[in-house]
């Protein structure tokens, strides 16, 4: 059976709607209530971790047996399992919902399998209406989902000859405005910025998202990593956003425990010993490496030990993009998966029979 027109407004709504609802470790879920008709009859969203799900925030809106024969349209796949809330898919069936739209499928192993009770209890179910922009709209979510863990970039700004700052630790600015205003614009972008003591007690950095001297709406929240303490006047403490400190080198638990808050995405600035620390963990997703066209030598190094003891463990990326950024060049990069780096090996090999060649 198809979707009609008015189906198809409502999800357009929905997402709409969804979009309202926080970013956290749920998703952002918008629902609309059709009467047979077409007519709108309710809409919800998910308003964050413990309050009701959209689906049955839509339906706390009409009383005694106005959802009967009902249609809901939803943005993604309505639950099947008891967390703080009940299941939403025997909500819907309980209201008398006839029939239900939705644009994307639950992937949580333990969440999913909505559509399937849904239609044992007879009800017709449509999904994938607009999947591609429901898909969009909580992409970091779904990330984190596959992950079990925030999506993680490592950002850092080196000289053309590799190095993350000069003799004496200053750093501040390796890069052109730019570059710069690039990294500004992506912070803003993510859920949290992480940085070493080391960076703070060097730069007292303020981690905030600027746009010239103005704050982008969203700040990530700042979360500094390490033992030594952070003094009472720095910078980031007059930061929009509480920081979280972890005292500690244990970035798994770290990441653990930011997974809890709800952070879905989070952005590595360094410095090089952190950095590193991230990619040799197995914890990093992306690279954002902001290269400038000047030298400084020495043995501040962009990367320190990241834990490859000869080439053939040489960490193999797949560059996206190369941005140019004023006089700058940005390398936006992936770590390749296990079997791609051995595919491109073997090609490499069968290309390039040339001893001496690096
Ligand atoms: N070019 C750039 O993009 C850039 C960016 C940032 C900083 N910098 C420069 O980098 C320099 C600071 O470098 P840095 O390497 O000292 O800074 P860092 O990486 O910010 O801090 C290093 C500290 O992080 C803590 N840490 C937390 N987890 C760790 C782990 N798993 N392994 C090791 N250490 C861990 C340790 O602190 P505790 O000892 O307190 O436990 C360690 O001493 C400064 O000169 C700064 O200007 C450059």
């Given at each position: 059976m198809a979707v009609h027109e008015a189906e198809r407004h409502a999800m357009t709504r929905a997402l709409e709607l969804a979009a309202r609802g926080p970013r956290g470790a749920n998703p952002q879920v918008g629902a609309v209530i059709l009467s047979?008709?077409?007519?709108?009859?309710a809409e919800g969203w998910h308003h964050g971790a413990g309050t009701p799900h959209a689906e049955v925030d839509a339906l706390?809106?009409?009383?005694?047996?106005?959802?009967?024969?009902a249609t809901a349209v939803v943005t993604l796949e309505p639950c099947n399992h008891t967390g703080r809330t009940g299941p939403c898919a025997v909500a819907l069936i309980d209201a008398g919902i006839s029939r239900v739209i939705y644009a994307?499928?639950?992937?949580?192993?333990?969440?999913?399998g909505g559509a399937e009770r849904l239609r044992g209890a007879g009800v017709e179910v449509e999904a994938g209406e607009q999947a591609d922009d429901a898909r969009s709209l909580i992409s970091d979510w779904l990330t984190a989902q596959r992950l079990g863990r925030p999506h993680v970039t490592v950002k850092w700004a080196q000289s053309?000859?590799?190095?993350?700052?000069?003799a004496d630790g200053?750093?501040?600015?390796?890069?052109?405005p730019d570059a710069r205003a690039d990294v500004h614009r992506r912070r803003a972008g993510a859920d949290a910025i992480i940085v070493g003591t080391g960076t703070v007690l060097a730069d007292d950095p303020a981690l905030t998202a600027r746009d010239g001297d103005a704050l982008y709406e969203h700040q990530p929240i700042p979360v500094v990593i390490g033992a030594r303490e952070t003094p009472a006047?720095?910078?980031?403490?007059?930061?929009?956003n509480e920081s979280v400190f972890y005292a500690t080198r244990d970035l798994h638990s770290v990441i653990a425990d930011l997974h809890d808050r709800g952070i879905q995405t989070a952005f590595v600035e360094g410095g090089p010993t952190l950095a590193s620390a991230f990619i040799a963990a197995g914890l990093a997703d992306r690279v954002l490496a902001y290269v400038a066209p000047v030298l400084l030598g020495?043995?501040?190094?962009?990367?320190?030990?990241?834990?490859?003891?000869?080439i053939d463990a040489a960490r193999r990326l797949t560059v996206e993009q190369w941005v140019p950024l004023g006089a700058d060049m940005l390398a936006i990069a992936r770590f390749q998966e296990d079997n791609e780096q051995e595919d491109n090996e073997q090609e490499d090999n069968e290309q390039e029979d040339n001893e001496g060649v690096r």
């Open positions: 047979p008709e077409g007519e709108i009859l706390s809106k009409l009383h005694g047996d106005a959802a009967g024969g994307l499928d639950d992937p949580g192993a333990a969440s999913g053309l000859d590799g190095r993350a700052a000069a200053s750093s501040q600015w390796i890069t052109g006047d720095a910078a980031l403490r007059r930061h929009p020495g043995d501040r190094l962009a990367l320190t030990d990241i834990g490859v003891p000869s």
